[in-house]
């Protein structure tokens, strides 16, 4: 069964050092979604693809936190310089669409820790 | 602003039992979708079941039945003959234009 794959899966790194993460969606899946979720709360939409384009990035914090899909299929989100307050897991799913009521297929996350 | 409010912190359920996690939620429009999702231990989140706000039926897939109440904005999850594998945390979520996550609620199943 096809899976959304992120890499790493734990990640610890110290403060104002810069990270990144990866994740290849579902194959043929055109809608690529971040998220962040601290613990003990729900996930967060950081930031929505379609193909290439970034459609959603409102709750992205753009003075530290980018995303790029350069090809429309793999998608690397990046945080520089990392903060205390970033540590969180990362989320990664992806979908066929962009419709509302389309179901979303998420990675295992990357755990990310920062001292 | 749409919020998605899951009360239960933690719930727990005997085997082969019944149990009802709630949700309720906020929104001043009128076409969205509700979800439940399932997320194991360390293991990636999965869709349990969603609901089109337009149907009035309520959705069921196996042993996983919802109760929506679109007047109170009211979307709880029952789960009949409770497994051991159903164990998790489960979260509630709404999608219109945005994508909104309850906090979850942690459900354990005692054998």
């Known amino acids: 069964e096809a899976e959304v794959a992120q890499s790493p899966r734990y990640k610890i790194t110290e403060k104002s050092q810069a990270v990144a993460f990866w994740c290849d969606p579902i194959?043929?899946?055109?809608?690529l979604y971040w998220y962040r979720q601290i613990l003990g709360q729900g996930p967060e939409l950081l930031v929505q693809?379609?193909?290439?384009?970034?459609?959603?990035d409102s709750q992205l914090p753009k003075d530290r936190f980018s995303a790029e899909r350069l090809k429309g299929v793999d998608s690397t989100l990046k945080i520089q310089p990392a903060e205390l307050g970033d540590s969180a897991m990362y989320l990664c799913?992806?979908?066929?669409?962009?419709?509302?009521?389309?179901?979303?297929?998420f990675g295992a996350g990357t755990r990310l820790s920062v001292l | 602003a749409q919020t998605v409010t899951q009360s239960q912190p933690e719930m727990s359920v005997q085997e082969a039992e019944t149990v009802t996690l709630s949700c309720t939620y906020d929104?001043?429009?009128?076409?969205?979708?509700l979800f439940w999702y399932k997320q194991p231990p360390s293991r990636q989140m999965i869709l349990v079941i969603r609901?089109?706000?337009?149907?009035?039926q309520n959705a069921t897939e196996n042993r996983f039945s919802v109760n929506f109440q679109k007047a109170a904005k009211s979307f709880s999850l029952k789960i009949s003959d409770s497994q051991l594998g159903d164990a998790a945390m489960y979260f509630c979520?709404?999608?219109?234009?945005?994508?909104?996550f309850g906090t979850g609620t942690s459900l354990t199943v005692i054998p």
């Open positions: 799913a992806s979908s066929l669409g962009r419709q509302v009521g389309i179901i979303q297929y």
């Open positions: 609901q089109e706000a337009y149907k009035q």
């Open positions: 979520a709404y999608r219109s234009n945005q994508f909104y």
């Open positions: 929104t001043s429009e009128s076409d969205y979708y």
């Open positions: 693809f379609q193909d290439e384009s970034v459609v959603d």
């Open positions: 194959s043929g899946h055109a809608t």
